[in-house]
């Protein structure tokens, strides 16, 4: 598929496509396209083209999610709108009449708007405005004329452990719509933080993420997010069993990493000690204690920290920062210009602090940890490339968000079900 990076100006028709459209309200059949049993019985293609008023042409094709031109808008200025105000679909099959007119059969995505429509209990603030909610009940027909540009829609799981990268102007789905019995599905069982039960809504972190920046616990027996205000007045009942946050982060590795990071023909994978029990040490029992018995104690964080000898600082810092979701950047630093087709109206304003990564930095942060792992086991060596092994590139916004001792803005967070430092 050739996908133009450049948005489409006006468009012009295709060959032997219709000149007036019955316009359509949200969801309906075009009454003047094919019915199911019509399109069965067309040939179907792979791809349709479509030419611009300059001549250029676009290319669309079966599983592509695209715009669409909404209801009552004229499709000659539909590519003037932001992608928000466009309606977005996937295409599952193109087909052309035997007078030339070429249809796609797509599945629509719902934007929060057209859910709350539908559904009276959906609490619309709660949701981002590039969510969308794909419709797992309906199929209909449109005509590829109506088609604005191709665009992406990435799948999201709350509690997966290694997120798709979703930039701020990026739609995203972590839910299904069956409008037939208006009900809403997460794909994740913890898509709310338990103790708000509210969602976690990238547009409210951004606005005040000294309150709504949620923080993540990535082991087995959590795999979940909260909010940092609900984590700062909630009480905890247990205590970390390691008092040094950085140390406690940095040794938060979900088992499952440490299973595929170890090869099971290595001889090290049985007889390297973990990096949770190298950072403890073996010393003389008490006088009163039975003769021959030692105990063991955590080791000070300078002694442990001795034992990633001449890892790099960078990645040490990296590795213990908190995972959180989402992360920022500064803004105007390496951030794409703000979306803005051609015509009127005054550029929207910047925020202080935008958007870097809706899915914030649980993928790199975890991939430090486990590159620090391996090494300290002795199961491998450091790579001279290790920032791109671990997904951190030097002319990206870097991964490392806050430095606790340095920003008060990220204050100690201990987990509500393990109790141990997020």
């Not at 669409?68 to 003037?80: C, E, F, I, Q, R």
């Not at 996937?90 to 099959?93: A, C, P, Q, Y």
């Not at 087909?95 to 007119?101: C, K």
């Not at 213990?320 to 794409?336: A, D, L, M, N, R």
């Given at each position: 598929?050739?996908?133009?990076?450049?948005?489409?100006?006006?468009?012009?028709?295709?060959?032997?496509?219709?000149?007036?459209?019955?316009?359509?309200?949200?969801?309906?059949?075009?009454?003047?396209?094919?019915?199911?049993?019509?399109?069965?019985?067309?040939k179907?293609?792979?791809?349709?083209?479509?030419?611009?008023?300059?001549?250029?042409?676009?290319?669309?094709?079966?599983?592509?999610?695209?715009?669409?031109?909404?209801?009552?808008?004229?499709?000659?200025?539909?590519?003037?709108?932001?992608?928000?105000e466009?309606?977005?679909a996937?295409?599952?099959?193109i087909?052309?009449?035997?007078?030339?007119?070429v249809?796609?059969?797509?599945?629509?995505?719902?934007?929060?708007?057209h859910?709350?429509?539908?559904?009276?209990?959906?609490?619309?603030?709660?949701?981002?405005?590039?969510?969308?909610?794909?419709?797992i009940?309906?199929?209909?027909?449109?005509?590829?004329?109506?088609?604005?540009?191709?665009?992406?829609?990435?799948?999201?799981?709350?509690?997966?452990?290694?997120?798709?990268?979703?930039?701020?102007?990026?739609?995203?789905?972590?839910?299904?719509?069956?409008?037939?019995?208006?009900?809403?599905?997460?794909?994740?069982?913890?898509?709310?933080?338990?103790?708000?039960?509210?969602?976690?809504?990238?547009?409210?972190?951004?606005?005040s993420?000294?309150?709504?920046?949620?923080?993540?616990?990535p082991r087995?027996?959590?795999?979940?997010?909260?909010?940092?205000?609900?984590?700062?007045?909630?009480?905890?009942?247990k205590?970390?069993?390691?008092?040094?946050?950085?140390?406690?982060?940095?040794?938060?590795?979900p088992?499952?990493?440490?299973?595929?990071?170890?090869?099971?023909?290595?001889?090290t994978?049985?007889?390297s000690?973990?990096?949770?029990?190298?950072l403890?040490?073996?010393?003389?029992?008490p006088p009163?204690?039975?003769?021959?018995?030692?105990?063991?104690?955590?080791?000070?964080?300078?002694?442990?920290?001795?034992?990633?000898?001449?890892?790099?600082?960078?990645?040490?810092?990296?590795?213990?920062?908190?995972?959180?979701?989402?992360?920022?950047?500064?803004?105007?630093?390496?951030?794409?210009?703000?979306?803005?087709?051609?015509?009127?109206?005054?550029?929207?304003?910047?925020?202080?602090?935008?958007?870097?990564?809706?899915?914030?930095?649980?993928?790199?942060?975890?991939?430090?940890?486990?590159?620090?792992?391996?090494?300290?086991?002795?199961?491998?060596?450091?790579?001279?490339?290790?920032?791109?092994?671990?997904?951190?590139?030097?002319?990206?916004?870097p991964?490392?968000?806050?430095?606790?001792?340095?920003?008060?803005?990220?204050?100690?967070l201990?987990?509500?079900?393990?109790?141990?430092?997020?």
């Open positions: 598929m050739a996908t133009k990076t450049a948005r489409p100006r006006r468009r012009q028709r295709p060959l032997g496509l219709a000149k007036k459209r019955t316009v359509r309200k949200h969801k309906q059949a075009d009454p003047s396209g094919p019915t199911d049993e019509e399109f069965a019985a067309l179907t293609f792979k791809s349709a083209r479509v030419l611009d008023a300059e001549g250029n042409e676009h290319e669309f094709s079966t599983d592509d999610d695209v715009l669409v031109v909404p209801s009552g808008k004229d499709p000659n200025t539909a590519h003037l709108l932001p992608d928000t466009n309606w977005v996937k295409i599952r099959k087909a052309r009449r035997s007078d030339g007119e249809w796609a059969k797509v599945e629509w995505y719902w934007s929060p708007q859910v709350a429509s539908i559904v009276k209990s959906f609490d619309l603030p709660s949701y981002a405005a590039y969510e969308l909610f794909p419709d009940d309906f199929q209909n027909y449109i005509p590829v004329e109506s088609i604005v540009d191709t665009v992406k829609v990435i799948q999201y799981d709350d509690c997966d452990l290694e997120p798709p990268f979703i930039g701020p102007t990026t739609f995203f789905c972590r839910h299904v719509f069956r409008p037939k019995i208006k009900h809403v599905t997460p794909f994740s069982s913890k898509e709310v933080c338990s103790i708000c039960q509210q969602p976690y809504n990238p547009d409210a972190a951004q606005r993420p000294e309150l709504l920046t949620m923080h993540f616990c087995e027996t959590c795999q979940a997010a909260w909010h940092r205000q609900c984590l700062s007045t909630h009480p905890i009942t205590r970390p069993t390691c008092t040094d946050r950085k140390l406690s982060l940095l040794c938060s590795i088992s499952v990493f440490l299973k595929s990071s170890v090869s099971p023909s290595a001889s994978s049985t007889s000690p973990s990096l949770l029990s190298l403890s040490k073996s010393e003389p029992a009163q204690s039975q003769p021959g018995t030692r105990k063991r104690r955590r080791l000070s964080e300078a002694d442990a920290l001795s034992l990633f000898g001449d890892l790099p600082p960078d990645l040490i810092q990296l590795a213990s920062q908190p995972i959180v979701k989402p992360t920022f950047k500064p803004s105007g630093v390496g951030e794409e210009a703000p979306k803005r087709r051609k015509g009127k109206g005054k550029a929207p304003k910047e925020p202080r602090n935008v958007i870097h990564n809706v899915a914030g930095n649980i993928t790199t942060v975890l991939k430090a940890r486990v590159l620090i792992n391996d090494v300290v086991r002795g199961i491998t060596i450091l790579p001279r490339d290790w920032r791109k092994k671990i997904g951190w590139d030097d002319d990206a916004i991964s490392i968000i806050v430095d606790d001792d340095e920003n008060d803005q990220c204050p100690p201990l987990c509500p079900t393990c109790g141990e430092h997020i």
